[in-house]
């Protein structure tokens, strides 16, 4: 198996295990903290397990070598384990995730900022669009019974905060990232800790939680590795798979309907993503 087949299989496994993601925030029977407590201490757990057990994975001494860029990168993503949490929990699965897919923009808009990227017209085009999309969906939270702005907005802050640490950790892109996941996730955990009395809900939903902690375990673990062998405009295509695969599998299982604006306004960002990644994947071969 050549190193592009092998990175677009396991980017799309990764993509596949994060799925269910949302459908476990909303089966537990917690509050939302309680749950992004349980969220961040499985996952942190499983991926700090997979570190002891394949030491190519990185070391402590892979957390050191980032710097400042690993500090920023690690409160970032640390903060999203409650932020997620709180976003699907106060709005519905499909504005959530429809909002989550707008990442590839925002990190576009920070590499302009602080690291001198320049964005083309092809980037300039999608934002336009993409903010078209996201403008019908906070339209239609007001006319969804599960949708509500609040819940638009932790979803909104996810998508910036992932967009930010990606951009952090750019500059120490030579350097394994995997070793700061459980800091992030497990430190999350504790902090959430200070505030909420977890153990309660774990006697009726141990077994959520602990798939949901191995599910986002190996998400995370996939979605690391997979993305070193192909190109990020195929990364982009297949996370977008999540945002089309998550809405329809919450609606499957627990039938919330997304709602026409959600899915009218999604439509509109997923399409104009996948065309921009289209054209810059056509543009890369030629």
């Known amino acids: ?10 980017t799309a496994l990764g993509v596949l295990f994060v799925v269910p993601d949302s459908l476990f925030v909303r089966l537990i029977a917690a509050e939302p903290m309680v749950t992004a407590f349980w969220r961040g201490l499985t996952s ?10 394949i030491p190519r994975l990185g070391t402590v001494r892979s957390i050191r070598q980032t710097g400042w860029s690993g500090v920023i990168y690690i409160a ?5 384990t409650a932020a997620f949490v709180l976003a699907i ?29 320049s964005i083309g017209w092809r980037m300039v085009i999608t934002m336009a669009f993409v903010a078209v999309g996201l403008a019908i969906i906070a339209y239609g939270s007001g006319e969804t019974e599960t949708a509500h702005w609040t819940g638009d907005l932790w979803a909104l802050y996810v998508s910036v905060a992932y ?26 955990a504790l902090v959430i800790l200070i505030f909420v ?14 798939a949901h902690g191995g599910f986002i375990g190996v998400a995370t673990c996939f979605l690391t590795l997979g993305p070193r062998y192909i190109r990020s405009a195929e990364v982009s295509l297949l996370i977008l798979l999540e945002s089309v695969l998550a809405p329809l599998l919450v609606w499957a299982v627990i ?6 604006w959600a899915l009218i306004g999604g439509a509109v960002v997923i399409g104009a993503l996948v065309i921009s990644n289209l054209v810059a994947l056509r543009r890369g071969r030629a």
């Open 163 to 188: 967009a930010a640490a990606l951009t952090a950790v750019r500059k120490v892109r030579n350097i394994p990232m995997i070793p700061t996941i459980p800091v992030a996730y497990i430190g999350s």
């Open 44 to 53: 942190g757990t499983v991926v700090l397990i997979a570190i002891l057990l």
């Open 255 to 260: 039938d919330e309907n997304p709602g026409r």
């Open 89 to 117: 929990s106060n709005t519905s699965v499909a504005n959530a995730v429809f909002i989550f897919a707008t990442l590839p923009v925002f990190a576009a808009i920070f590499s302009w900022l602080f690291l001198g990227e």
């Open 1 to 10: 198996m050549n190193t592009h087949l092998r990175g677009l299989l396991i």
């Open 76 to 80: 970032l993503i640390g903060t999203t």
């Open 197 to 210: 009395d977890p153990w309660q809900a774990l006697a009726g939903n141990w077994p959520l939680i602990l």
